[in-house]
Each structure stands twice: as C-alpha cells, then as structure tokens.
C-alpha cells in the first residue's frame, strides 16, 4: 500500500500545480475585467489575444503608481515572507526538530507552502500536503507534521489578534465605517475599544500560561505541549512583522493623497484579510476589497482598487508563479528517488 501511496503523492502535487495554473489565469482575468466592454472582448479573443487584454487592463491600473513604491512593495514582500519562514522555524524549534534541517529547506517549504495556500485556500495546503510532503522527507512523523502546522497557524492568529487589539485600542474609529457593509458592524468607538483590550487580554493570558508552564492540553491520544516562553517571545516578534509586512505593500502602493497612515492601513488589512480567510475564497478576492473601501472612504476607490491590485501581484500571484517549478522539481525528485529503490516486480 505504501508503494502505491509513494506513487500517488506526485500525482497530486502534479494535479495541485495544473489547478493553481488555471487558478492564475483566472486570477489576472479578474483584474482586468473592470466593465463589459473588456468582457465581451475576452469572450470572442483567442487565447494569445486575451493575454494582451488581461495585461493591458492590469497595466492601466498600476500606470500611476510611482516606481519607488514598486520596490518598497517588493521589499516589504520579502519582509513577509521571510516572516513566515520563520512561523515554521519556530515550529521547528518547538518540536526540537530544527537541527539537520537548513534555513534554506525550511523557507523553501514556507514559501511554497504560503504561496499556494495564500491562492488556492488556507485550508488545502497550509493545513497539510506540502508540509507533510517536505517535513516526512527530512523525517518528521504525522504527528508532529499536524503540531507543527497548528502552531504555524496559531502564530499567525496570535500576530493578528495582538496587532488587532493594538489598532482598535489606538484606532477604535476604524470600525465605524464597516456599517455601510452590514448593520450587524454597527460598533460604536467605546465597543471597538473595548473589543482591543479583550484581545491583547487574550494575548497576555497566553503569554502568562507559557510563562507557568500551564500543563499541556490533552484531545483523545492527541497532546497539545504548550510553547515555551523563548518561543512565544519570537512569536511576538515573527507574526507582526510578517503582517506588517504584508501590509505594507498596499501602504506603499497608495496615493499619499487621503492616505490615512500605516496604522489605519494595517488596521483595514487585517480585517480584509481575516474575513478573506474566514470567507475560504481564495486569495480573499472581492471580500478584501468590500472592507477595504467602507474602511478608507477618504482614498479615492480606483487607487485603493490598485493598490489590491499590486498586493494580489506581489503576494499571491508573482510567488504563486515562483512556487510551481520548486513543487514540480521536488516532486519529480520524490518520483526518482521512490523509482530507484523499488523492488523489482
């Protein structure tokens, strides 16, 4: 069984990248579909011609977005990702699993990791193919492949929560807008406020159970080891830099007229973001943009809808790009490795 199994895991990884092909395409069309005039021409374009169309309308959108603030977004995109290779370091380190397995291995693994759940849906890959694929190869069980993907995504729940509660302990107004989404975001600048506190509670109580050394939480045979505090200490640093920096790439992007500063920015980010995530549609599209503009009314719509645009380009698509030769080249090298030691049938 195991044999068939080792033949199958390729096949997948073969179908997740023809998938994630498709998912891009249909990505850029997205972008670049801003009325019916684009549409109907795609509809009766060829396939090279709708490619000229797609990159034309993308094109119009980020035409006046000044140089400079492409590399800030570019940098800021290395911040963040450099970020989320180090949520699986700390995993790592938690785990005690981190010798033998190279900074290299384990951004390489983050990277393609996040730059396809990021698109495809945090709950496919993140939750674990990629990483079970990667860590099992340097020998890591399922077990602690499952904790090891927990605490990656704990991490990041816990940079959201504390930067969350920061931005409406600082910023309660930030919510005031979110009505004209729904009468149920009718929260008022003291609830908002009140809200921050009961986060950054949450995160001081966590940060106080590490400290005791609270006993570990038991589900079933499954065991939950509470994190040491030298590893909740590098969570405080990784999980805000890897938001800030992600929000920082639509910050850079903005106009500076009406340009609320990065506080409000990185506020409007994190609440697109989580409902993208809690919405499961990938990459957040359509969602991101709904809080985006009712957050930022005082930034004209088509610069905010730009600077979406230059996100989605550098922290989805260009990664997804990079990422689906690295899954094809390891995948192909399982495909060998698995060939050679077969026994003859």
């Known amino acids: 069984m195991k044999r068939y199994l080792d033949y ?11 998938w994630s092909v498709d998912l891009l395409w249909e990505k850029l069309k997205a972008e670049a579909l801003t009325n019916e005039a684009v549409s109907a021409r795609l509809e009766q374009a060829g396939l090279w011609e709708s490619i000229k169309i797609v990159a034309g309308g993308i094109g119009q959108k980020i035409a006046l977005i000044p140089p400079e603030a492409f590399l800030h977004a570019a940098l800021a ?5 450099a970020a989320l290779a180090w949520y699986d370091r700390i995993a790592l380190i938690h785990l005690g699993k981190e010798k033998g397995i190279s900074w290299f291995y384990t951004s390489l693994c983050s990277f393609v ?14 939750g674990g193919m990629v990483r079970y694929r990667a860590y099992t190869a340097k020998g890591l069980t399922a077990a602690e492949v499952a904790v090891l993907v927990a605490l990656t995504s704990f991490t990041f729940a ?30 008022g600048d003291a609830q908002g406020r009140l809200i921050g506190f009961g986060l950054l509670a949450f995160v001081a109580l966590y940060t106080i159970g590490s400290w005791l050394k609270f006993k570990p939480l038991k589900i079933g045979k499954f065991e939950v080891i509470y994190p040491r505090l ?70 004209p719509a088509p610069a905010v809808f730009a600077a ?35 026994p003859p049938p």
Request: no cysteine; charged share 10%.
């Open 113 to 126: 990791t996040y730059a396809l759940s990021h698109n495809i849906g945090a709950s496919v890959f993140s």
């Open 77 to 81: 995109t290395l911040v963040a990702y």
């Open 8 to 18: 199958l895991w390729p096949v997948v990884g073969l179908v997740a990248v023809i």
């Open 230 to 299: 030298p590893i909740v200490a590098r969570q405080y640093l990784a999980a805000p830099l890897e938001l800030m920096g992600a929000a920082g790439i639509i910050y850079f992007a903005l106009p500076d007229q009406g340009n609320p500063g990065f506080f409000i920015v990185l506020g409007a980010f994190l609440l697109s973001f989580s409902a993208g995530l809690l919405s499961q549609v990938p990459g957040g599209v359509g969602v991101m943009e709904a809080v985006f503009l009712a957050v930022m009314p005082s930034v």
């Open 158 to 187: 816990f940079g959201t929560l504390l930067l969350l509660g920061l931005v409406l302990v600082g910023e309660p107004q930030i919510l005031r807008p979110l009505r004209r989404l729904s009468e149920w975001f009718g929260i």
């Open 308 to 342: 979406l645009v230059v996100w989605r380009l550098f922290y989805l698509i260009l990664p997804l790009v990079i990422s689906l030769p690295v899954v094809l080249a390891f995948e192909r090298d399982q495909l060998k490795k698995h060939t050679r030691i077969a």
